[in-house]
């Protein structure tokens, strides 16, 4: 077994990560429900199909992160950097997002419904296909590519709520 594969397919919802080194972990598949990895670097990390709903991942460094599928329901990801993140088809209803960097950030087929996305940096993100249902995007940063993914509704609250680089 390759060693930053320990952690893949378990039940790690009531592990303390404090002391671990998660950098390039494969946490593929897990369940991690409620877990606390607040202000952690968890840069390079798969969490691919991973139970994350109700994790702490507040202020958290999650650099080239691949959550493709995971669900992220309710999960607080405020403050957090998610430069470059793989999240496509994750599920993010609810999720707090506040002030987070999801610059690059693929959001493809994402499910965002009730999630907090005020003062996010949302340049050169992309929402196709996203569910944006009762978003709030209030003081949101966003360019014209982020532009371009959203739908046309939605669109025009980004523009409401939000300012254009």
């Known amino acids: 077994m390759n060693p930053s594969d320990v952690f893949r397919k378990r039940n790690l919802s009531k592990i303390n990560f404090e002391y671990e080194e998660l950098i390039g972990r494969d946490l593929s598949d897990s369940n991690m429900k409620g877990?606390?990895?607040k202000n952690r670097d968890i840069h390079n990390a798969d969490f691919s199909c991973t139970d994350l709903s109700g994790a702490d991942l507040s202020g958290s460094i999650?650099?080239?992160?691949?959550?493709r599928g995971a669900d992220l329901r309710g999960a607080d990801l405020s403050n957090a950097k998610l430069w470059d993140a793989e999240l496509y088809g994750a599920d993010m209803r609810e999720a707090d997002i506040r002030g987070a960097d999801l610059f690059y950030t693929d959001l493809r087929s994402v499910d965002l419904s009730g999630a907090n996305l005020s003062g996010v940096n949302i340049r050169?993100?992309?929402?196709?296909g996203a569910v944006l249902e009762s978003v709030n995007f209030e003081g949101a940063n966003y360019d014209l590519h982020t532009l371009d993914t959203i739908s046309k509704n939605w669109k025009i609250e980004l523009k409401k709520q939000g300012n254009q680089w």
Do not use: A, R, S
Not at 62 to 67: A, E
């Open 124 to 128: 050169h993100t992309n929402f196709e």
């Open 62 to 67: 999650l650099f080239y992160v691949k959550m």
């Open 35 to 37: 877990v606390v990895l």
